[in-house]
């Protein structure tokens, strides 16, 4: 047994609509949805398990220090950093200008174009499959 990270990858499949309210709602990927099935979407985002240097670089990029010295994590950089460093694929597409379906490539700009909602449940779920590990709490 190694103590060195290898390339280890997890799928976090997401299965989502939009509400009345132009909000996300997420459902198990795995939940059979019948007839409601068109209605949602189904993606998939891989995340590489992290080793202590990616995690010294998303935490070192998520302090932040009071104005009394006090060093703190801000929840917010963390949640943006930990997806920015560990994302490396996604299944997202969207149509150019002759309405034909192109991959978008994982870039910061377009992390940054992700919905909220999205960012939120990815960090819950990169918790789950990695453990304490990406976890602050």
Known sequence: MSLLVKDE???????????????????????????????????????????????????????????????????????????????VDWTLKETDENEVPRKVPVTRANINRLEFELVSYLNKEIDLQFGETTSLT
């Open 9 to 87: 990858r997890i799928d976090v499949k997401v299965c989502y609509k939009k509400n009345a309210k132009n909000k996300l709602e997420f459902v198990s990927p795995d939940k059979d949805l019948g007839e409601e099935e068109s209605n949602y979407t189904r993606e998939a985002f891989t995340f590489m398990r992290p080793g202590w240097g990616q995690l010294k670089t998303i935490f070192s990029e998520s302090i932040t220090v009071s104005p009394d010295g006090e060093w703190k994590v801000d929840p917010w950089k963390y949640m943006d950093a930990k997806v920015r460093h560990l994302l």
